[in-house]
């Protein structure tokens, strides 16, 4: 829809804007109102080029596009009469829990190990664990390459999945070596468009899941989809979508709750949604109340920062891991509310943006 600075077009306005649509196979349709006139646009309007010529000619204020440029995440893309299953789960008809250290001490690795357990203990289904940490300070921890090593063995010990981030390509390789069953994208990388794609790409029929989290930075939620987007063209189209909080706008936490974005983001796309609600608020004590609201919220898993002596731990561990008992608390209330959901399932009406 193109919407013109004036009442309307000129005629030579008009015949401007028309010629540019017809190069990319699109038409015109004037719309006229009682004082205005707006024009729609007719055929495939995800031209990037199309749509940045036409917002800049001085006559138009603003073009608004129905059609989004995610084909393969939209909720009525084939993609999405695919379930996506792990560990015997499938996402969307049980609670997904991700659950575990923020960073894997390799100094003191028996607490993830102890941590590893005792999560599964609790009722997680995959365990998580930094290996590389994106931090702010160059100064801070950036993990080590050989934590890895406890993460497989996590895996083989506890028999359920486990997860790390990865922020590039030779942490991708040694990842995927390692057995990783979930590789988490994490928020400072969900904007690093090459890295998606090769994440796509090195994973394409591995069955391994791709955790993407929500930037911090990122507005619009079809920015987020896109991000997805780019891994599921790159060849994987098991992607989880992550709220983790965006830049605070109030004070007290640590980033401003988004799990309220759930039902929007299943309006759109068929991706199962996985909050965190550890780094989206940021200290223990909020983390059980920002899970729960995340499931009410109609989330199909959480991923939660855990560790057996948070005070012993590194990285996030010490101000935002809750214990394995609060946990097991966390996961038995979260299946009650997560059992209610089917109250509201077809509730929301589905917006779709795929061509039928
Ligand atoms: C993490 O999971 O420990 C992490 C760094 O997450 P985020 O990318 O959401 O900050
Ligand atoms: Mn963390």
Redo the contacts with the bound molecule.
Sequence with gaps: MILPKADKFTDEQYNEVLAILTEFGCSLTPIPGTTRTIYAIRGDERHELMINRLEGLPYVWKVDTIQSQYKLMDIKSELGKRPISIAGKILGNDLFVIAGQ??IDPKNPEYFMETAHAVKEAGADAI?G?VW??RTSPHSYQGDSKAVEFLARAAKETGIPVCT?VMDESQLRIAIDAGSDLI?V????ALNYALLKKIGELTAGKNILILL?RS?HMGPIDEFICAAEYIVAGGNPNVLL?P?GTVPTIDGYRNQPDESITPLLKQKTWAPVVV?P??SVGKSIYVPHAALAAIAYGADGL?I?THVSPKNGI??DPKQSITPDVLSEVIKDAKAIYDMKTKYQGYLPKFSTAAT
């Design positions: 923020c960073t998580r930094g940490k994106p981030e988490q994490g928020a400072r990388n989290k911090m992550c983790r965190d550890s780094h991923c920062e990285g996030d």
